[in-house]
Antibody, heavy 119, light 107 residues
C-alpha cells in the first residue's frame, strides 16, 4: 500500500525558508496516474492547498502563495519537496504531503508534520 | 480564486439523526467537488468525489449531491464514528480550494 511520510525541521525562524520532503513508499512517484502535492492546516483552522507536481516536473501553485513556493520532485529517491520562503508566524501549520488523482481529489495523505515559525 | 462556503460551521446531532451539510461555490464548478472527513490529530479521508461518487470502502450512509454551485453531503443515520469535521473541496481548475469545515458534534 502506497504511503507518504513528511520530514523536515519542526521549527523555522521568521524570514527564513521552510523546507520539507515527502518520501513515497510502496509505489513509484513516477506513476503517470497521480499528482503529488502539499496541503497545510494552521492549528484549529481549515485546509489550504499549497501546490502540486507531476512526476515530469510540471508544477501548479496556489496563487496566494505562488511567489514564495517551490515544489520539486526527485524520482531517483522517490521523493518530492516543498520550499516556502520568507515565512512568518502565519505559516505555522501542520503540513501534509498528499497523492492526488489526475482530476484533483486527494487520495492519500501523509501523517502531517507541525512546522512552527518562531524566533 | 473560487471560494467555497460551507454551512453550518457547527452542527449538533444525535446518533441516528439524518445530517445534511451544504457547500456553495462562488462560481460554477460543474461536479468537480469532493468531501473529506477529518478526525482530531488525523489527516482527512476522502468520502465522496465528483459530487456524488462514493469512495471505495466508505459506508453507504454517506451520500453527496449537487452540481454547479450548490452541493450537499448527507449522512442518512449518524453513527458514533461520524462525529468529526467535514470539508468540501473544489477541483474544477488549478487553484483548488476547500470550504472552512463543518464540525459535527454530539448533541
Amino acid at each position: 500500500q502506497l504511503q507518504l511520510q513528511e520530514s523536515g525541521p519542526g521549527l523555522v525562524k521568521p524570514s527564513e525558508t521552510l523546507s520539507l520532503t515527502c518520501t513515497v513508499s510502496g509505489g513509484s512517484i513516477s506513476s503517470s496516474s497521480y499528482y503529488w502535492g502539499w496541503i497545510r492546516q494552521p492549528p484549529g483552522k481549515g485546509l489550504e492547498w499549497i501546490g502540486s507536481i507531476y512526476y515530469s516536473g510540471s508544477t501548479y501553485y496556489n496563487p496566494s502563495l505562488k511567489s514564495r513556493v517551490t515544489i520539486s520532485v526527485d524520482t531517483s529517491k522517490n521523493q518530492f519537496s516543498l520550499k516556502l520562503s520568507s515565512v512568518t508566524a502565519a505559516d505555522t501549520a501542520v503540513y501534509y504531503c498528499a497523492r492526488h488523482s489526475l482530476t484533483g481529489t486527494t487520495l492519500g495523505w501523509g501523517q502531517g508534520t507541525l512546522v512552527t515559525v518562531s524566533s | 480564486d473560487i471560494q467555497m462556503t460551507q454551512s453550518p460551521s457547527t452542527l449538533s446531532a444525535s446518533v441516528g439523526d439524518r445530517v445534511t451539510i451544504t457547500c456553495r461555490a462562488s462560481q460554477s464548478i460543474s461536479s468537480w467537488l469532493a468531501w473529506y472527513q477529518q478526525k482530531p490529530g488525523k489527516a482527512p479521508k476522502l468520502l465522496i468525489y465528483k459530487a456524488s461518487s462514493l469512495e471505495s470502502g466508505v459506508p453507504s450512509r454517506f451520500s453527496g449531491s449537487g452540481s454547479g454551485t450548490e452541493f450537499t453531503l448527507t449522512i442518512s443515520s449518524l453513527q458514533p464514528d461520524d462525529f468529526a469535521t467535514y470539508y468540501c473541496q473544489q477541483y474544477n481548475s488549478w487553484g483548488w480550494t476547500f470550504g472552512q469545515g463543518t464540525k459535527v458534534e454530539i448533541k
